[in-house]
Protein backbone atom coordinates (compact mmCIF):
# COMPACT_ATOMS: atom_id res chain seq x y z
CA UNK A 1 0.00 0.00 0.00
CA UNK A 2 1.57 3.41 -0.89
CA UNK A 3 2.10 6.43 1.10
CA UNK A 4 -1.12 8.44 -0.58
CA UNK A 5 -3.44 5.63 -0.08
CA UNK A 6 -2.29 4.97 3.89
CA UNK A 7 -3.40 8.82 4.36
CA UNK A 8 -6.91 9.01 2.85
CA UNK A 9 -7.39 6.05 4.56
CA UNK A 10 -6.20 7.53 8.42
CA UNK A 11 -3.31 4.97 8.36
CA UNK A 12 -0.42 6.14 10.28
CA UNK A 13 3.45 5.48 8.88
CA UNK A 14 6.17 5.46 11.27
CA UNK A 15 5.96 7.78 14.13
CA UNK A 16 7.38 11.02 13.63
CA UNK A 17 7.30 14.51 15.73
CA UNK A 18 4.22 16.47 14.17
CA UNK A 19 6.08 19.99 13.45
CA UNK A 20 10.13 19.56 14.07
CA UNK A 21 10.25 18.35 10.82
CA UNK A 22 9.21 21.44 9.61
CA UNK A 23 11.71 23.34 11.32
CA UNK A 24 14.71 20.25 11.49
CA UNK A 25 14.14 18.88 7.73
CA UNK A 26 17.16 19.09 5.02
CA UNK A 27 18.78 22.51 4.88
CA UNK A 28 17.00 24.97 2.91
CA UNK A 29 18.24 27.88 0.92
CA UNK A 30 16.26 31.13 0.88
CA UNK A 31 13.11 30.64 -1.63
CA UNK A 32 11.65 33.24 -3.42
CA UNK A 33 8.12 33.66 -3.86
CA UNK A 34 6.68 31.88 -6.84
CA UNK A 35 4.63 34.54 -8.10
CA UNK A 36 7.04 36.31 -10.87
CA UNK A 37 6.53 39.95 -8.63
CA UNK A 38 8.70 41.64 -11.69
CA UNK A 39 5.97 40.90 -14.28
CA UNK A 40 3.61 41.54 -11.64
CA UNK A 41 5.00 45.13 -10.71
CA UNK A 42 4.80 45.71 -15.05
CA UNK A 43 1.59 44.75 -14.95
CA UNK A 44 0.45 47.43 -12.10
CA UNK A 45 2.41 50.26 -14.11
CA UNK A 46 0.77 49.18 -16.90
CA UNK A 47 -2.86 49.34 -15.34
CA UNK A 48 -1.58 52.58 -13.45
CA UNK A 49 -0.38 54.41 -16.66
CA UNK A 50 -4.08 53.04 -18.35
CA UNK A 51 -5.64 54.41 -15.60
CA UNK A 52 -4.53 57.87 -15.49
CA UNK A 53 -4.12 58.07 -19.51
CA UNK A 54 -8.46 57.36 -19.76
CA UNK A 55 -9.12 59.57 -16.63
CA UNK A 56 -7.25 62.47 -17.85
CA UNK A 57 -8.40 61.91 -21.67
CA UNK A 58 -12.02 61.76 -19.98
CA UNK A 59 -12.25 64.94 -18.05
CA UNK A 60 -10.40 66.62 -20.79
CA UNK A 61 -13.71 64.98 -22.89
CA UNK A 62 -16.31 66.88 -20.54
CA UNK A 63 -14.08 69.60 -20.70
CA UNK A 64 -15.04 70.02 -24.37
CA UNK A 65 -18.25 69.06 -23.65
CA UNK A 66 -19.22 71.41 -21.14
CA UNK A 67 -17.31 74.74 -22.58
CA UNK A 68 -17.37 73.68 -26.51
CA UNK A 69 -20.79 72.71 -27.04
CA UNK A 70 -24.06 74.28 -26.62
CA UNK A 71 -23.70 73.57 -23.10
CA UNK A 72 -21.58 76.23 -22.40
CA UNK A 73 -24.74 78.62 -22.55
CA UNK A 74 -25.74 76.53 -19.15
CA UNK A 75 -25.16 78.73 -16.42
CA UNK A 76 -22.82 81.80 -15.32
CA UNK A 77 -20.35 82.40 -18.04
CA UNK A 78 -16.10 82.74 -16.75
CA UNK A 79 -13.83 83.96 -18.55
CA UNK A 80 -11.54 81.72 -17.41
CA UNK A 81 -13.23 78.95 -18.34
CA UNK A 82 -10.40 77.98 -21.24
CA UNK A 83 -8.68 75.61 -21.67
CA UNK A 84 -5.74 76.82 -20.29
CA UNK A 85 -7.20 77.88 -17.13
CA UNK A 86 -9.24 75.09 -16.69
CA UNK A 87 -6.04 72.71 -17.44
CA UNK A 88 -5.32 73.04 -13.81
CA UNK A 89 -8.86 71.50 -12.74
CA UNK A 90 -7.99 68.45 -15.24
CA UNK A 91 -4.92 67.74 -13.31
CA UNK A 92 -5.98 67.98 -9.80
CA UNK A 93 -9.27 65.93 -10.61
CA UNK A 94 -7.22 63.48 -12.59
CA UNK A 95 -4.97 63.21 -9.69
CA UNK A 96 -7.94 63.10 -6.73
CA UNK A 97 -9.67 60.29 -9.58
CA UNK A 98 -6.36 58.23 -9.74
CA UNK A 99 -5.90 58.67 -6.00
CA UNK A 100 -9.41 57.32 -4.98
CA UNK A 101 -9.28 53.99 -7.08
CA UNK A 102 -5.73 53.51 -5.81
CA UNK A 103 -7.41 53.91 -2.17
CA UNK A 104 -10.09 51.11 -3.24
CA UNK A 105 -7.22 48.55 -4.30
CA UNK A 106 -8.04 48.86 -7.67
CA UNK A 107 -3.95 48.35 -8.96
CA UNK A 108 -3.77 44.93 -6.80
CA UNK A 109 -2.88 41.96 -8.93
CA UNK A 110 -5.11 39.70 -6.59
CA UNK A 111 -8.03 41.49 -8.31
CA UNK A 112 -7.07 41.62 -12.10
CA UNK A 113 -9.61 38.52 -12.40
CA UNK A 114 -12.08 39.91 -10.40
CA UNK A 115 -14.12 41.87 -12.67
CA UNK A 116 -17.14 42.25 -10.62
CA UNK A 117 -15.27 43.65 -7.82
CA UNK A 118 -12.85 45.61 -10.11
CA UNK A 119 -16.46 47.19 -11.82
CA UNK A 120 -17.36 48.18 -8.44
CA UNK A 121 -14.42 49.87 -7.25
CA UNK A 122 -14.66 52.35 -10.19
CA UNK A 123 -18.66 53.32 -10.05
CA UNK A 124 -17.87 53.80 -6.07
CA UNK A 125 -14.44 55.94 -7.12
CA UNK A 126 -15.94 57.70 -9.84
CA UNK A 127 -19.58 58.85 -7.69
CA UNK A 128 -17.49 59.69 -5.02
CA UNK A 129 -14.60 62.18 -6.76
CA UNK A 130 -17.92 63.36 -8.74
CA UNK A 131 -19.18 64.83 -5.17
CA UNK A 132 -15.91 65.11 -3.31
CA UNK A 133 -13.81 67.23 -5.61
CA UNK A 134 -16.93 69.66 -6.40
CA UNK A 135 -16.96 69.96 -2.34
CA UNK A 136 -13.44 70.62 -2.59
CA UNK A 137 -13.27 73.28 -4.97
CA UNK A 138 -16.41 74.85 -3.15
CA UNK A 139 -14.42 74.53 -0.23
CA UNK A 140 -10.99 76.24 -1.02
CA UNK A 141 -12.85 78.36 -3.22
CA UNK A 142 -10.95 77.35 -6.41
CA UNK A 143 -10.47 80.26 -9.34
CA UNK A 144 -11.97 79.72 -11.72
CA UNK A 145 -14.85 78.27 -9.91
CA UNK A 146 -15.44 74.73 -11.13
CA UNK A 147 -18.18 73.96 -12.91
CA UNK A 148 -20.60 71.48 -11.26
CA UNK A 149 -22.55 70.65 -14.80
CA UNK A 150 -18.48 69.43 -15.79
CA UNK A 151 -17.49 67.60 -12.65
CA UNK A 152 -21.17 65.56 -13.46
CA UNK A 153 -19.95 64.61 -16.96
CA UNK A 154 -16.80 64.13 -15.61
CA UNK A 155 -18.01 61.35 -13.35
CA UNK A 156 -20.13 59.50 -15.95
CA UNK A 157 -17.56 60.03 -18.81
CA UNK A 158 -15.09 58.90 -16.51
CA UNK A 159 -16.48 55.63 -15.44
CA UNK A 160 -17.44 54.65 -18.47
CA UNK A 161 -14.04 55.04 -20.32
CA UNK A 162 -12.59 53.11 -17.02
CA UNK A 163 -14.89 50.06 -17.59
CA UNK A 164 -14.62 49.87 -21.00
CA UNK A 165 -10.70 50.06 -20.16
CA UNK A 166 -10.60 47.81 -17.76
CA UNK A 167 -12.91 45.46 -19.58
CA UNK A 168 -10.38 45.37 -22.31
CA UNK A 169 -7.50 44.61 -20.02
CA UNK A 170 -9.87 41.81 -18.00
CA UNK A 171 -10.36 40.18 -21.51
CA UNK A 172 -6.50 40.09 -21.76
CA UNK A 173 -5.39 39.07 -18.75
CA UNK A 174 -7.82 36.20 -18.17
CA UNK A 175 -6.03 34.53 -21.16
CA UNK A 176 -3.35 31.94 -20.45
CA UNK A 177 -0.37 32.51 -19.50
CA UNK A 178 -1.46 35.47 -17.84
CA UNK A 179 -3.88 34.04 -15.73
CA UNK A 180 -1.63 31.07 -14.52
CA UNK A 181 0.77 34.21 -13.63
CA UNK A 182 -1.73 36.04 -11.43
CA UNK A 183 -3.64 32.90 -9.89
CA UNK A 184 -2.71 32.09 -6.26
CA UNK A 185 -1.74 28.77 -6.12
CA UNK A 186 -2.83 27.29 -3.00
CA UNK A 187 -2.35 23.59 -0.89
CA UNK A 188 -5.08 22.76 1.79
CA UNK A 189 -4.27 21.51 5.21
CA UNK A 190 -7.18 19.19 6.51
CA UNK A 191 -9.99 18.59 4.28
CA UNK A 192 -13.74 19.16 5.23
CA UNK A 193 -16.84 20.26 3.47
CA UNK A 194 -16.04 23.81 3.75
CA UNK A 195 -13.30 23.10 1.24
CA UNK A 196 -15.81 21.27 -1.49
CA UNK A 197 -17.69 24.28 -1.45
CA UNK A 198 -14.85 26.65 -1.40
CA UNK A 199 -13.37 24.53 -4.82
CA UNK A 200 -17.24 25.53 -5.95
CA UNK A 201 -16.54 29.22 -5.13
CA UNK A 202 -13.01 29.40 -7.25
CA UNK A 203 -14.26 27.80 -10.14
CA UNK A 204 -12.53 26.29 -12.98
CA UNK A 205 -13.12 28.30 -15.67
CA UNK A 206 -9.94 30.91 -17.16
CA UNK A 207 -10.61 33.70 -14.62
CA UNK A 208 -10.63 31.98 -11.54
CA UNK A 209 -8.31 33.86 -8.79
CA UNK A 210 -6.82 30.67 -6.50
CA UNK A 211 -6.07 27.22 -7.92
CA UNK A 212 -5.61 24.81 -5.64
CA UNK A 213 -2.85 22.49 -6.48
CA UNK A 214 -3.32 19.70 -3.62
CA UNK A 215 -3.91 18.70 -0.41
CA UNK A 216 -1.89 17.77 2.50
CA UNK A 217 -2.91 15.41 5.42
CA UNK A 218 -3.15 16.44 9.09
CA UNK A 219 -0.99 15.28 11.65
CA UNK A 220 -3.72 13.19 12.53
CA UNK A 221 -3.12 11.41 8.98
CA UNK A 222 -6.62 11.24 8.36
CA UNK A 223 -8.61 13.74 6.44
CA UNK A 224 -12.49 14.89 7.79
CA UNK A 225 -13.20 14.45 4.24
CA UNK A 226 -11.89 12.44 1.76
CA UNK A 227 -10.81 15.65 -1.13
CA UNK A 228 -11.96 15.18 -4.46
CA UNK A 229 -10.42 13.83 -7.10
CA UNK A 230 -8.99 16.65 -8.75
CA UNK A 231 -6.88 17.15 -6.02
CA UNK A 232 -3.99 15.81 -5.84
CA UNK A 233 -2.82 14.12 -1.93
CA UNK A 234 0.80 15.74 -1.84
CA UNK A 235 1.81 13.83 1.31
CA UNK A 236 1.40 14.13 5.01
CA UNK A 237 2.13 17.23 7.09
CA UNK A 238 5.84 16.40 8.64
CA UNK A 239 7.32 17.14 4.89
CA UNK A 240 4.66 20.47 4.32
CA UNK A 241 7.75 22.77 3.62
CA UNK A 242 9.47 20.46 1.26
CA UNK A 243 6.51 20.37 -0.09
CA UNK A 244 5.99 24.13 -0.38
CA UNK A 245 8.97 24.08 -2.45
CA UNK A 246 8.67 21.93 -4.69
CA UNK A 247 4.93 22.92 -5.55
CA UNK A 248 5.98 26.75 -5.71
CA UNK A 249 2.73 27.21 -3.37
CA UNK A 250 1.67 30.91 -3.10
CA UNK A 251 -0.93 30.11 -0.08
CA UNK A 252 -1.60 27.65 2.47
CA UNK A 253 -5.07 26.99 4.01
CA UNK A 254 -5.30 25.54 6.97
CA UNK A 255 -9.04 23.68 7.83
CA UNK A 256 -9.84 24.68 11.60
CA UNK A 257 -9.65 21.97 14.03
CA UNK A 258 -6.90 20.06 12.49
CA UNK A 259 -3.95 21.79 14.27
CA UNK A 260 -3.57 22.59 17.80
CA UNK A 261 -1.87 25.65 19.04
CA UNK A 262 1.13 25.54 19.18
CA UNK A 263 0.96 23.73 15.67
CA UNK A 264 -0.63 26.45 14.10
CA UNK A 265 1.56 29.12 15.60
CA UNK A 266 4.68 27.09 13.96
CA UNK A 267 3.10 26.74 10.37
CA UNK A 268 2.55 30.56 10.96
CA UNK A 269 5.80 31.03 11.58
CA UNK A 270 7.45 28.33 8.50
CA UNK A 271 4.85 29.87 5.77
CA UNK A 272 6.70 33.47 6.62
CA UNK A 273 9.91 31.77 5.81
CA UNK A 274 9.01 30.31 3.00
CA UNK A 275 6.98 33.87 1.90
CA UNK A 276 3.70 32.19 1.68
CA UNK A 277 0.62 33.42 2.61
CA UNK A 278 -1.04 31.99 5.54
CA UNK A 279 -4.99 31.55 6.19
CA UNK A 280 -7.59 29.71 7.95
CA UNK A 281 -10.64 28.17 6.76
CA UNK A 282 -12.93 28.82 9.89
CA UNK A 283 -15.46 26.27 10.56
CA UNK A 284 -17.91 28.22 12.38
CA UNK A 285 -18.29 30.70 9.69
CA UNK A 286 -20.42 29.36 7.04
CA UNK A 287 -21.91 32.06 5.67
CA UNK A 288 -21.12 35.92 5.10
CA UNK A 289 -17.43 35.44 4.94
CA UNK A 290 -16.93 38.84 3.79
CA UNK A 291 -18.33 40.55 6.06
CA UNK A 292 -16.39 39.19 8.75
CA UNK A 293 -14.43 41.76 10.84
CA UNK A 294 -11.79 41.62 13.24
CA UNK A 295 -12.23 44.36 16.17
CA UNK A 296 -10.33 45.30 19.14
CA UNK A 297 -12.40 45.56 22.15
CA UNK A 298 -10.19 46.91 25.30
CA UNK A 299 -7.85 45.45 23.27
CA UNK A 300 -8.65 42.16 22.45
CA UNK A 301 -8.82 40.88 18.98
CA UNK A 302 -12.35 39.79 18.13
CA UNK A 303 -14.20 38.40 15.27
CA UNK A 304 -17.09 38.40 14.18
CA UNK A 305 -19.62 39.39 11.62
CA UNK A 306 -19.64 43.07 11.11
CA UNK A 307 -21.63 45.45 8.86
CA UNK A 308 -23.10 44.22 5.66
CA UNK A 309 -23.34 46.63 2.51
CA UNK A 310 -26.85 47.52 2.70
CA UNK A 311 -26.58 48.03 6.56
CA UNK A 312 -24.36 51.36 5.71
CA UNK A 313 -26.96 54.69 5.11
CA UNK A 314 -25.16 55.87 2.05
CA UNK A 315 -25.42 52.41 -0.01
CA UNK A 316 -29.18 52.12 1.36
CA UNK A 317 -29.96 55.55 0.73
CA UNK A 318 -28.66 55.31 -2.77
CA UNK A 319 -30.92 52.16 -3.15
CA UNK A 320 -33.60 53.74 -1.70
CA UNK A 321 -33.56 56.35 -4.50
CA UNK A 322 -33.53 53.64 -6.78
CA UNK A 323 -36.16 51.90 -5.72
CA UNK A 324 -38.66 55.32 -5.71
CA UNK A 325 -37.91 56.12 -9.11
CA UNK A 326 -37.89 52.85 -10.69
CA UNK A 327 -40.91 52.09 -9.03
CA UNK A 328 -42.88 55.24 -10.49
CA UNK A 329 -41.16 54.26 -14.28
CA UNK A 330 -42.49 51.35 -13.89
CA UNK A 331 -45.93 51.93 -12.80
CA UNK A 332 -46.36 54.85 -15.43
CA UNK A 333 -45.00 52.43 -18.05
CA UNK A 334 -46.76 49.80 -17.72
CA UNK A 335 -50.20 50.96 -16.51
CA UNK A 336 -51.97 50.09 -19.86
CA UNK A 337 -50.61 46.58 -20.09
CA UNK A 338 -51.54 46.21 -15.84
CA UNK A 339 -55.35 47.56 -17.09
CA UNK A 340 -55.39 45.15 -20.45
CA UNK A 341 -54.73 42.28 -18.00
CA UNK A 342 -56.84 43.20 -15.24
CA UNK A 343 -59.94 43.35 -17.74
CA UNK A 344 -59.15 39.85 -19.28
CA UNK A 345 -58.83 38.08 -16.04
CA UNK A 346 -62.27 39.96 -14.72
CA UNK A 347 -63.50 38.51 -18.30
CA UNK A 348 -62.57 35.44 -17.60
CA UNK A 349 -63.41 34.80 -13.85
CA UNK A 350 -65.61 37.84 -12.52
CA UNK A 351 -64.87 39.63 -9.06
CA UNK A 352 -61.39 41.12 -7.52
CA UNK A 353 -58.60 40.98 -10.05
CA UNK A 354 -56.15 42.32 -7.61
CA UNK A 355 -54.58 39.69 -5.15
CA UNK A 356 -53.63 40.61 -1.99
CA UNK A 357 -51.49 37.99 -0.05
CA UNK A 358 -49.39 38.46 3.11
CA UNK A 359 -45.82 37.64 3.50
CA UNK A 360 -42.94 38.36 5.87
CA UNK A 361 -40.34 41.39 4.76
CA UNK A 362 -37.78 43.63 6.65
CA UNK A 363 -36.94 42.31 10.02
CA UNK A 364 -39.78 39.69 9.79
CA UNK A 365 -42.52 42.49 9.76
CA UNK A 366 -45.52 40.80 7.56
CA UNK A 367 -47.18 43.12 4.54
CA UNK A 368 -49.35 42.49 1.65
CA UNK A 369 -48.04 41.99 -1.56
CA UNK A 370 -50.64 42.78 -4.34
CA UNK A 371 -50.31 40.67 -7.47
CA UNK A 372 -52.91 40.50 -10.42
CA UNK A 373 -55.28 37.51 -9.82
CA UNK A 374 -53.49 35.05 -12.24
CA UNK A 375 -55.75 31.81 -10.18
CA UNK A 376 -59.47 31.26 -9.82
CA UNK A 377 -61.44 32.61 -6.78
CA UNK A 378 -60.72 31.08 -3.62
CA UNK A 379 -57.92 28.61 -5.23
CA UNK A 380 -56.95 28.39 -1.25
CA UNK A 381 -60.38 27.18 0.11
CA UNK A 382 -58.95 24.35 1.59
CA UNK A 383 -57.10 26.55 4.05
CA UNK A 384 -53.25 24.53 2.77
CA UNK A 385 -50.98 26.90 1.09
CA UNK A 386 -48.49 26.14 -1.16
CA UNK A 387 -46.34 27.31 -4.28
CA UNK A 388 -47.64 26.90 -7.49
CA UNK A 389 -46.96 23.66 -9.54
CA UNK A 390 -46.54 23.11 -12.92
CA UNK A 391 -49.68 22.88 -14.97
CA UNK A 392 -51.65 24.09 -12.23
CA UNK A 393 -55.41 23.29 -12.51
CA UNK A 394 -56.39 26.32 -10.20
CA UNK A 395 -54.61 28.73 -13.06
CA UNK A 396 -56.97 31.01 -15.19
CA UNK A 397 -55.48 30.33 -18.95
CA UNK A 398 -54.73 34.18 -19.22
CA UNK A 399 -52.56 33.55 -15.97
CA UNK A 400 -50.28 30.71 -17.65
CA UNK A 401 -49.46 33.68 -19.59
CA UNK A 402 -48.94 36.27 -17.41
CA UNK A 403 -47.14 34.36 -14.68
CA UNK A 404 -44.71 33.13 -18.02
CA UNK A 405 -44.07 36.56 -18.65
CA UNK A 406 -44.64 38.13 -14.95
CA UNK A 407 -47.53 40.54 -15.42
CA UNK A 408 -49.13 39.51 -12.36
CA UNK A 409 -46.21 41.09 -10.43
CA UNK A 410 -46.05 44.62 -11.89
CA UNK A 411 -48.80 46.14 -8.82
CA UNK A 412 -45.81 45.59 -6.92
CA UNK A 413 -44.13 48.36 -7.86
CA UNK A 414 -46.97 50.08 -5.55
CA UNK A 415 -45.04 48.26 -2.61
CA UNK A 416 -41.84 49.41 -3.45
CA UNK A 417 -43.06 52.56 -3.68
CA UNK A 418 -44.35 52.18 -0.28
CA UNK A 419 -40.99 51.18 0.92
CA UNK A 420 -42.56 47.62 1.54
CA UNK A 421 -40.17 45.94 -0.87
CA UNK A 422 -37.01 47.16 -2.76
CA UNK A 423 -36.92 46.37 -6.86
CA UNK A 424 -34.06 43.97 -6.68
CA UNK A 425 -33.56 41.48 -3.36
CA UNK A 426 -34.78 37.92 -1.75
CA UNK A 427 -38.55 36.92 -2.77
CA UNK A 428 -40.48 37.21 0.06
CA UNK A 429 -42.42 34.10 1.64
CA UNK A 430 -45.45 33.46 3.00
CA UNK A 431 -45.88 33.38 7.06
CA UNK A 432 -47.25 29.89 6.99
CA UNK A 433 -44.22 28.32 5.15
CA UNK A 434 -41.57 30.57 6.72
CA UNK A 435 -42.56 28.15 10.17
CA UNK A 436 -41.17 25.43 8.59
CA UNK A 437 -37.94 26.77 6.37
CA UNK A 438 -36.33 28.82 9.75
CA UNK A 439 -36.31 25.37 11.17
CA UNK A 440 -35.52 23.24 8.12
CA UNK A 441 -32.94 25.25 6.62
CA UNK A 442 -30.08 26.86 8.18
CA UNK A 443 -29.51 30.76 8.05
CA UNK A 444 -32.97 31.14 6.54
CA UNK A 445 -33.51 33.96 8.41
CA UNK A 446 -30.54 36.22 7.40
CA UNK A 447 -33.14 36.76 4.42
CA UNK A 448 -35.14 39.36 6.15
CA UNK A 449 -31.66 41.39 7.40
CA UNK A 450 -32.68 43.57 3.70
CA UNK A 451 -36.01 44.33 2.31
CA UNK A 452 -37.22 41.50 -0.50
CA UNK A 453 -37.44 42.20 -3.85
CA UNK A 454 -39.23 42.06 -7.17
CA UNK A 455 -36.96 39.94 -8.59
CA UNK A 456 -33.45 38.27 -6.96
CA UNK A 457 -30.07 36.91 -7.97
CA UNK A 458 -32.17 33.31 -7.57
CA UNK A 459 -34.90 34.47 -9.61
CA UNK A 460 -32.50 35.21 -12.75
CA UNK A 461 -30.47 31.62 -12.23
CA UNK A 462 -34.12 29.95 -12.29
CA UNK A 463 -34.69 29.33 -8.55
CA UNK A 464 -38.17 30.21 -9.19
CA UNK A 465 -41.67 28.61 -7.61
CA UNK A 466 -40.91 25.09 -6.99
CA UNK A 467 -37.49 24.92 -6.82
CA UNK A 468 -34.79 23.78 -4.17
CA UNK A 469 -35.15 26.21 -1.37
CA UNK A 470 -32.11 25.50 0.00
CA UNK A 471 -30.16 26.39 -3.45
CA UNK A 472 -32.75 30.02 -3.41
CA UNK A 473 -31.34 30.85 0.25
CA UNK A 474 -27.71 30.40 -1.59
CA UNK A 475 -28.27 32.77 -3.79
CA UNK A 476 -30.12 35.39 -1.37
CA UNK A 477 -26.93 35.34 1.11
CA UNK A 478 -24.67 35.44 -1.92
CA UNK A 479 -26.23 38.34 -2.56
CA UNK A 480 -26.88 40.10 0.27
CA UNK A 481 -23.45 39.44 1.34
CA UNK A 482 -21.69 41.37 -2.44
CA UNK A 483 -24.53 43.83 -2.43
CA UNK A 484 -23.60 46.95 -4.91
CA UNK A 485 -25.18 49.10 -7.29
CA UNK A 486 -23.91 47.31 -10.55
CA UNK A 487 -25.19 44.58 -9.08
CA UNK A 488 -28.38 45.39 -8.73
CA UNK A 489 -27.93 46.84 -12.27
CA UNK A 490 -27.26 43.17 -13.79
CA UNK A 491 -29.94 41.93 -12.02
CA UNK A 492 -32.42 44.47 -13.37
CA UNK A 493 -30.85 43.63 -17.03
CA UNK A 494 -31.04 39.48 -16.64
CA UNK A 495 -34.69 39.76 -15.39
CA UNK A 496 -35.91 41.79 -18.62
CA UNK A 497 -33.55 39.42 -20.98
CA UNK A 498 -34.75 35.69 -18.87
CA UNK A 499 -38.14 36.90 -17.98
CA UNK A 500 -36.65 35.50 -14.53
CA UNK A 501 -38.99 37.66 -12.02
CA UNK A 502 -40.45 36.79 -9.14
CA UNK A 503 -42.53 33.61 -8.18
Known sequence: MNATSRLIRGESPPARSAIAPLENSETFGLRHRHRPWVAHQKLVAISFIGDS???FLALMLSYLIRFETGLREVGVFDAGNSIAGYCGHVLLGSAALIFLLANFRLHDPRNYLAIRGTSAT???????WGVSFLALALVFKIEPAVSRLFCAIGCVISMVALLGWRWILYCILRREPFATALRQKAIFVGWNGECD???????TGRANQISVIGAVAPPRFAFEVIPPQQVPVLGAYQGLRSIIRKSGADVVMVVEGTLDRHQMLELAETCGREFVDF????SCFQILVSTLTLESIHGMPVLGIGKMPLHHALNNAVKRAVDIIGSIFGMIVF?????????LVYLESPGSVIYRQRRIGLNGRPFNIYKIRSMKLNAESAGVPGWTVKDDPRRLKVGELMRAWNIDELPQFWNVLRGEMSLVGPRPERPELIEGFMEEIPHYNVRHNIKPGVTGWAQVNGLRGDTCLRERVKFDLDYIENWNFVFDLQIMMMTLYKRGGAC
Do not use: D, E, S
Not at 197 to 203: I, S, T
Open 197 to 203: RAMKRFG
Open 122 to 128: IVKACLL
Open 53 to 55: AVV
Open 279 to 282: KIIP
Open 335 to 343: APVMAVFAT
